[in-house]
């Protein structure tokens, strides 16, 4: 370990074994705990296209059990693309490779918790690109204390885009691996 007045940043190890030197750069920094707890919830598994609205419950409270009272909260969503898949067809590919998805960052809650230590958040989750299949949504929500330290947490819901899927399953092939003309088979269409 390092001392506690070393200095942060990138330090470099070098090992010297008979005429051959290694060298490897290492991150020394300071790591800051969490002093809030932060619970955000929102009722559901999976988000889908048919919620029109975000609606969800943030509770804060100090480590000690304490209510944060009147703090500043900030609450970002990153959509970000996420394998398409169904437990009842295993077989089968939900996910067009035909199209691609970049990530969108998004602020749902910007404002201060309450005398609890708790907010109301509602939003509208879109997203302005066609999909290639199911989608994540990566919430972040900061905490900012009176003296300006902030505390962090991560939530990550499933967010299906659309109400319907189709699903094809690729044949198999031959002994040479060579595929087979007209044995694709397609699944009925998974209604959400």
Do not use: C
């Not at 060298?23 to 619970?39: A, C, D, F, Q």
């Not at 409270?61 to 009272?69: D, E, F, K, S, V």
């Amino acid at each position: 370990p390092t001392r506690p007045d070393v200095p942060t940043g990138y330090w470099n190890a070098r090992i010297k074994v008979g005429g051959t030197e290694f060298s490897k750069t290492l991150k020394i920094e300071t790591i800051k705990p969490n002093r809030l707890k932060i619970n955000i919830g929102f009722g559901v598994d999976k988000l889908t296209v048919n919620d029109k609205a975000l609606f969800g419950d943030l509770a804060v409270t100090w480590l000690h059990g304490a209510p944060a009272r009147n703090l500043k909260a900030k609450v970002d969503v990153t959509i970000t693309q996420n394998e398409t898949t169904f437990s009842k067809y295993p077989d089968y590919k939900f996910t067009d490779p035909s199209r691609t998805f970049t990530s969108e960052e998004q602020t749902i809650y910007d404002g201060r918790i309450d005398e609890q230590g708790k907010a109301r958040i509602s939003a509208d989750l879109s997203v302005d690109q066609r999909s290639p299949g199911m989608l994540k949504a990566n919430l972040v929500t900061r905490i900012f204390e009176e003296s300006g330290d902030f505390s962090t947490d991560f939530f990550s819901l499933p967010y299906s885009p659309y109400s319907s899927y189709v699903g094809i399953k690729t044949p198999e092939g031959d002994k040479r691996g060579m595929l087979l003309t007209d044995t694709l088979q397609w699944v009925d269409v998974v209604t959400l």
